[in-house]
């Protein structure tokens, strides 16, 4: 049973934490590809251990190296080791009596950490090494490696027996990169062991190859050298990414198991292909009123089962210019071509695949024919019976009219349609600020809008204090120290930025403005600066301006990117305005710059009140 009254509580507090979570995706969340307009996430690696266990003079010398999820080396990584008898979970094994030394002078000497655990310290890198002096017995060894600024941490465990010999593996070559491509995949595995600072070859040893999964690839004999090859079908090594490779030895009655993992990369081929060509040819279409293209991108390994689907961008060119490209869904995308035409004939379009991924590589360019078509006459009339009713109409409303006006609502907040805008309703002798975050031109509460106070710093942005708006509109932002450069930011998913310096504390009003009309906005507000041809008209639809730019290929994309953020119907959020923002004018980046997302460097987690 509920205790009476503790269901609001318990609702309040969902509230608050969905609300802290918004806020924190708002300020953290970028568009893959590291598109502009998105703050940057910086994520940590993860460690991984490769360890060996071998005799030398009577002692078990642990040795190994510590890497990233990449391969790269963990710089002075320290890893802990602890010793149990037997199996795991079993009576921990007293290192102190193992008398515990460095294997080189250049090694820093292991640090006890208490007395059942030994540090040992990484050198430049990565690798660490200790020798032991033990009785012999059945061991397990457990390494870790704690967590750290840049790596989370990792552990791992090697069963040892000292009364078997020891076997260490590894791959001859080691394959970072594996090719998806190739029909099978040849490796090999070398097993060897060290006694006294002598390595010889371990044969007649029965070793096994599997992937992260787990996932047998097969099982080979060492030779008289010590290696066993392996020919693998590359549809069994998994899809395309990141995976690991690891060879294993379950130990008999002479030699102890052993084990050793490698990460890897698996790789292929994306080809695009168009469906409707016809002998190199596609149907006739008109670039100014856009030609659609659809393709097909396929994975080269799919031929064997790797069951990948490609994932990226395919950009069209013409020439040197690009003219047209879309981000690929599900292995498919549709590229809408618009270029100005200056006559008549067949271009050459070549399109051009872009990974996001670096396991995906683009197998060529795919080149067809596109023949052309001028627009019809027929299909400008429709556009001209629209000028002439816009005219008619911009008459009929400009003749005066006997009329009483409402009066003016007694709020000084302005609806223009240039950018958002902020108003200090009234100012108040306690610390912090409250307000509304309503709609420019609506004049409707903007929900889950994020209002923060951000402190500029020489690589990015600081978040000092960060709330959101409630059902309607409203904010709370707890008060905090301001200090001189300090300012107010506020967006929502649909709404443009807003960036002022920060008011005194008091009563705020915020009116944002939709993205999509901030688009629109910025392109009529060039027009009228750039001149003639585009400002021809008092407010200049993009197609007007597309028509105006003629053979600028530059304004042509802008144009038609912006009037497909503003009329196709889709959403414009922060990362559809980003897109839309890098085709525009060069001479419009101080003008985006106040209004994109910087990257910002997030504060302490709070609770947000109401």
């Not at 000084?412 to 309703?425: A, D, H, I, Q």
């Not at 008209?537 to 042509?556: H, I």
Request: proline residues 9%; neutral net charge.
């Amino acid at each position: 049973m509920t205790p009476k009254g503790s269901t609001p509580r318990v609702l309040r507090f969902v509230s608050l934490l969905l609300r802290a979570a918004l806020c924190a995706e708002l300020v953290s969340v970028t568009p893959l590809g590291g598109l502009g307009g998105g703050a940057h996430i910086r994520v940590k690696g993860v460690a991984r251990i490769d360890a060996h266990a071998g005799l030398a003079g009577g002692k078990l010398v642990v040795s190994g190296t510590v890497t990233d999820d990449e391969g790269r080396p963990a710089a002075g990584a320290d890893v802990s080791l602890g010793l149990t008898r037997g199996l795991p979970g079993g009576p921990s094994a007293p290192l102190g009596s193992a008398r515990p030394e460095g294997c080189t002078e250049a090694n820093k000497p292991p640090a006890l950490d208490g007395s059942e655990r030994i540090v040992l310290p990484g050198d430049a890198s990565g690798r660490f090494c200790v020798r032991l002096t033990l009785p012999k017995d059945r061991y397990t060894a457990d390494l870790e490696v704690r967590a750290t600024g840049s790596l989370d941490g990792t552990r791992l465990e090697m069963p040892l027996d000292l009364a078997l010999r020891p076997a260490t593996l590894r791959f001859d070559p080691e394959r970072p990169v594996l090719d998806l491509d190739d029909d099978t995949l040849d490796i090999e595995v070398v097993a060897s062991t060290e006694e006294d600072g002598v390595t010889a070859p371990a044969a007649a040893l029965w070793l096994g190859l599997s992937t992260e999964t787990g996932a047998m690839l097969g099982g080979a004999m060492t030779g008289s050298s010590g290696h066993a090859r392996f020919s693998i079908p590359t549809a069994r090594l998994g899809p395309p990414g990141r995976g690991e490779l690891r060879a294993t030895f379950a130990g008999n009655g002479d030699w102890g198991p052993t084990a050793h993992a490698i990460p890897v990369e698996r790789r292929t081929r994306v080809d695009l292909l168009v469906p409707d060509l016809n002998g190199g040819r596609r149907p006739i279409g008109t670039p100014e009123d856009g030609i659609a293209i659809p393709v097909v991108a396929t994975a080269h390994c799919t031929r064997s089962g790797c069951g990948a689907i490609p994932t990226g961008i395919v950009e069209a060119r013409v020439g040197d210019a690009v003219v047209g490209a879309a981000t690929l869904d599900r292995g498919a995308a549709r590229v809408l071509v618009t270029f100005a035409m200056t006559d008549p004939t067949d271009v050459s379009v070549r399109l051009r695949y872009g990974p996001d991924t670096p396991w995906f590589r683009a197998a060529g360019e795919t080149t067809l024919i596109q023949p052309l078509e001028g627009p019809s006459a027929w299909r400008r009339w429709p556009l001209a019976l629209a000028g002439v009713a816009a005219i008619g109409w911009l008459v009929i409303v400009r003749i005066p009219r006997q009329r009483v006006r409402p009066a003016s609502p007694p709020s000084k907040l302005r609806t223009s349609r240039r950018g958002p805008v902020l108003e200090v309703v009234g100012e108040t002798t306690s610390r912090g600020w409250t307000g509304h975050v309503i709609d420019a031109d609506e004049r409707t509460p903007v929900v889950h809008a994020r209002v923060s106070i951000e402190r500029p710093g020489f690589e990015r942005r600081e978040v000092v204090a960060c709330t959101t708006t409630d059902d309607q509109g409203k904010f709370v932002l707890e008060p905090t120290d301001p200090l001189p450069g300090d300012e107010l930011s506020a967006e929502a998913p649909l709404h443009a930025l807003l960036r002022s310096p920060l008011p005194a504390s008091g009563d705020l009003r915020i009116a944002l403005v939709l993205r999509r009309r901030a688009l629109l906005d910025r392109l009529v507000s060039w027009a009228h600066r750039r001149g003639k041809p585009f400002d021809l008209y008092a407010d200049p639809t993009p197609a007007q301006l597309r028509r105006a730019a003629g053979a600028d290929l530059g304004v042509v994309r802008w144009a038609t990117a912006v009037e497909r953020a503003a009329y196709g119907g889709g959403v414009v959020d922060e990362q559809a305005q980003g897109e839309v923002d890098r085709l525009a004018p060069s001479e419009l980046a101080e003008e985006i710059a106040p209004h994109a997302r910087e990257e910002v460097s997030l504060p302490r987690p709070k609770h947000p009140r109401r």
